[in-house]
């Protein structure tokens, strides 16, 4: 079983649509949450971590995390074709443990 | 957060020859990791590169292949040897040390062996 899954995509909405990403965790211990945006040819930047059950919002995007269910989602509202790439979720067990990375989903926004 | 570059930013390497590749954060910074990401894959992670001790290199990754550098809380080194076609893929710098876990990436370095 892998650490962290996503859905691959690819994911494809219009413009000014709500983008839903996907990501669930295997280990229970797992503390952090972190959402990466990462163009084609660049490396991976921060969008938003997450560290507490619910939600918590920056901007047009809202991290959401259910630890019950072992399950870590990005929203992005009002989709821009700026917002084209591939996102990547990432886990860790706190500070200074190794980040699990998924597979990353490919995100296509549609003018 | 912590700004990183990296050097060289692509390179093209005769199979049998190593290439060194150097990392740089404009701050003291806790941990530093390298990763491997090849082509439409997420990332691999390498190892941590430990200031004044050994890296810890993750299953399927070796000393002898990866040789790894950390003489000061800013600065890192990783030595891909005795490349070969395999190798080629995009090798990232990352670190924490804000104060979070979250870890920051440099630009990578491409590296295509032939």
């Known amino acids: 079983q892998k650490e962290v899954e996503q859905n691959s995509g690819p994911l494809s909405v219009p413009e000014g649509a709500i983008a839903s990403l996907n990501c669930t965790y295997s280990?229970?211990?797992?503390?952090?949450f972190f959402w990466y945006r990462q163009y084609s040819g660049k490396s991976p930047e921060l969008i938003m971590s997450i560290y507490s059950n619910g939600d918590k919002e920056d901007g047009r995007f809202t991290a959401q995390l259910n630890k019950a269910s072992q399950y870590v989602s990005l929203l992005i509202r009002d989709s821009q074709p700026s917002d084209s790439a591939t996102y990547l979720c990432a886990v860790a067990r706190g500070t200074g443990n190794q980040f699990y990375f998924g597979t990353g989903t490919s995100l296509t926004v549609i003018p | 957060s912590a700004v990183i570059s990296q050097k060289p930013s692509r390179d093209i390497c005769q199979r049998g020859t190593s290439l060194t590749i150097q990392c740089q954060v404009d701050s003291q910074v806790t941990m530093m990791f390298w990763y491997r990401q090849q082509p439409g894959q997420s990332l691999t992670l390498i190892a941590t590169a430990n200031q004044g001790s050994e890296a810890t290199y993750e299953s399927g990754f070796v000393i002898d292949k990866f040789p790894i550098s950390r003489p000061n809380l800013t600065f890192s080194t990783l030595t891909v040897s005795n490349m070969s076609p395999e190798d080629s893929s995009i090798y990232l710098c990352?670190?924490?040390?804000?104060?979070?876990?979250?870890?920051?990436f440099g630009p990578g370095t491409r590296l295509t062996v032939l």
């Open positions: 280990d229970r211990g797992s503390q952090s």
């Open positions: 990352s670190a924490t040390g804000d104060g979070t876990d979250t870890q920051y």
